[in-house]
């Protein structure tokens, strides 16, 4: 693609003997959101951190709003913003006090107005003041996306965000990465959480065994299966139907029909 802000060739890491990327290419187009699905021990975490030059690739390229990961490490730090399976936010300071912290290092103007724009984006105002360590799951991630968007970086990559939350806390965080489209940030979001991926993806890429072995919409990845036979209720195969079906079709099984049901 031409208008892509990330672009991966041929990316391969090992660690050991164990190949945990094997040839990996995507496309992150700008302005959109694309889930990077796969299952533990995929190698998702891994390309992420290839991709924040957090770890150097043993082969392949990928290039980050233009610049290459291992010739222009700094650059592409300078591009891009990751928040991790963990929030990274100080428990003993206060929600602005984080954000006021993060912009002084950034050393941009008016730390104090950043941090109050923020809060009131993130629906954080009436619990700017009181310690981060006595936030919900849900808040804390919140803050934490926040705090990963001071500076404007033009890309965020969220390395599977809402590990661990409860359903409201995690509903809240997709409300958020909808939000964060809606301004036109570029997301690669990284999840194993199949409702998550077909809820927020503009494409869906999953990751299996080191290889991305099917990218395209949802709509394109659900057209992979045959067509549901109508009995009472046609039921559309879900992106669990289309991931169940290409991974197990990679490790030599056929690629099948959704299931089926009939109304009662």
Known sequence: MDDS???VRGLRKAFGDVDVLRGVDLDVPRGSVVALLGSNGAGKTTAVRVLATLLRPDGGTARVNG???????????????LTGQFTAVDDVLTGRENL??????????????IAAELLERFALTDAADRRAGTYSGGMRRRLDIAMSLIGDPPVLVLDEPTTGLDPQARLTVWETIEQLAGFGTTVLLTTQHLEEAERLADRIAILHEGRII?????????????????????QQPTLEDVFLAVVGASAG????????????
């Open 5 to 7: 802000t990330i672009v």
């Open 67 to 81: 610049f290459d990961v291992v010739a222009e490490p700094a650059q592409v730090r300078a591009s891009i913003s």
């Open 100 to 113: 006021v912290l993060v912009a002084k290092l950034r050393h941009l103007a008016d730390p104090a107005t």
């Open 214 to 234: 099917v990218d395209g919409t949802l709509a394109e990845l659900r057209a992979l299966l045959p067509p549901a036979e109508v009995v009472y209720v046609e």
């Open 253 to 264: 099984a056929p690629v099948g029909a959704p299931t089926e049901e009939v109304s009662s």
